[in-house]
Every structure is written in C-alpha cells, then in structure tokens.
C-alpha cells in the first residue's frame, strides 16, 4: 500500500505554548511533519523562505511583522508559495478577512480540537476545497466593502462558470462538482482557472470571497 506523501508544516506563533502544542498534534500524524517555527511574522518569512513547506499555520497577531504583512511577503517572494492558514482567537476578526483578501488559503480557531487542525492542514495542502464555507460567508459578510456596482469579471463567466463558483462556495472539491454537474474533473479544473483568470485571484478562497464582495453569491 502506498503511503501519502508527507505534508511539510510550519508554525508561526508568538506563544511558544501554542507552537508546542500544534506540533505535538501535528507530529501525531505519519503524513505530517512540521519542519520549523517562528515567533514573529518577520521570522516566519525567513523561515518559510528557507524550508519551502506546504502549509504555514500563522497566528495572525504577532509582533514585528503581522500575519498579513507576513502572508503578503511569503506570496509575493516565492514561485511556489506554501497553502498558508491563519489561526486566531476570534473567527469574525477583520484582520482574518485581511488575511484572506491577502492570499490566506483560510483560517482555524485556536480552539479547535485535534481533529479539526489535522483535517485543515490536510485540505489546504490538497488545494481543491474551501476551508470552513459557512464561516468564510459570515467573515465576508460582516466585513466586505459594499461595491456600487458588479465588477466588470460577473458579466464575462459563462453559465458554467457560474455553477462551479457557487459549488465551490458551498466546499466542493473538483471530483464533487463533477459528479454533481456530470462532467469530467479536467472541466471542472478548466472552469475553476477560467474562474482565477476572471477574478483575477490567486486561488478558490480568494474567487470566493470576491464573489461574496461583488454581491454574486448572495442569497445563494
């Protein structure tokens, strides 16, 4: 039997307490590994620069550096840049939304249990599903701009298009959507980087939330 590759973690948190226990879950799993730490958001792009890991968990409150200046220098710097998850204390923070409108693939509350944080590194590092939808709806909700008018990129989707945002709203992976509108995964991969390309976004969250922002998502 083939085992999964192995996930590459790092933490960046100012509590040193945090860190130890993140680790001590993380490290639990044989398909992760964390690879290094950081106190600070500086030190955290340093670290990130140097390990090149998959996934960054990065407290969003940390000295020196934020983790939104933090988030914004490790995806301006890198070709590949790791899937980056914030975590915080309070999910209706605007420095969360400010993380994600910054490229965070999305975020977990620092209470979560052990199962929710493994599960989350596990999704993100896959990259074809949505972090928590119903609490990225009510991030958005609370904290997006309210915009005049739709964006120019709402009236270019194609009805295709359009469907697998909402799927991807909702938290469907690719294989999901397929089934759902009986095509293959390839189409459904086509439509979601025609969607990138639109948007003009970086990832799903990031076409998520500016779907929310734009109004397009809306009551459905």
Partial sequence: MTRPATVR?????????????LRAILSAEPDLEVVGEAATGAEAVSVVRELRPDVVLMDVRMPETDGI????????????P????????????????????????????????ADALVQAVRLVARSDSLLFPAAVRTL???HARTQPAPPAWVAKLTGREREVLRHLA????NAEI??????????????VAAIL????????????????????????
């Avoid at 200046?69 to 590949?80: G, N």
């Avoid at 998850?85 to 910054?102: C, G, I, P």
Wanted: glycine residues 8%; aromatic residues 6%.
């Fill in 140 to 142: 958005v909700t609370a």
């Fill in 170 to 173: 909702h938290g469907l992976t």
């Fill in 69 to 80: 200046r933090a988030t914004e220098q490790i995806l301006a710097t890198l070709d590949v």
């Fill in 178 to 191: 397929a089934r759902r509108m009986e095509v293959g995964p390839a189409t459904v991969k086509s439509h």
């Fill in 82 to 113: 790791p899937r980056i998850v914030v975590v915080t204390t309070f999910e209706n923070d605007s420095y969360v939304y400010d993380a994600l409108r910054a490229g965070a693939a999305g975020f977990l509350l620092k209470r979560a249990d």
């Fill in 9 to 21: 973690v790092v933490l960046a948190d100012d509590e040193r307490m945090v860190r130890t226990a």
């Fill in 197 to 220: 390309a639109k948007t003009g976004t970086r990832d799903r969250t990031q076409a998520v939330i500016a779907a929310y922002a734009a109004g397009f998502l809306n009551g459905g």
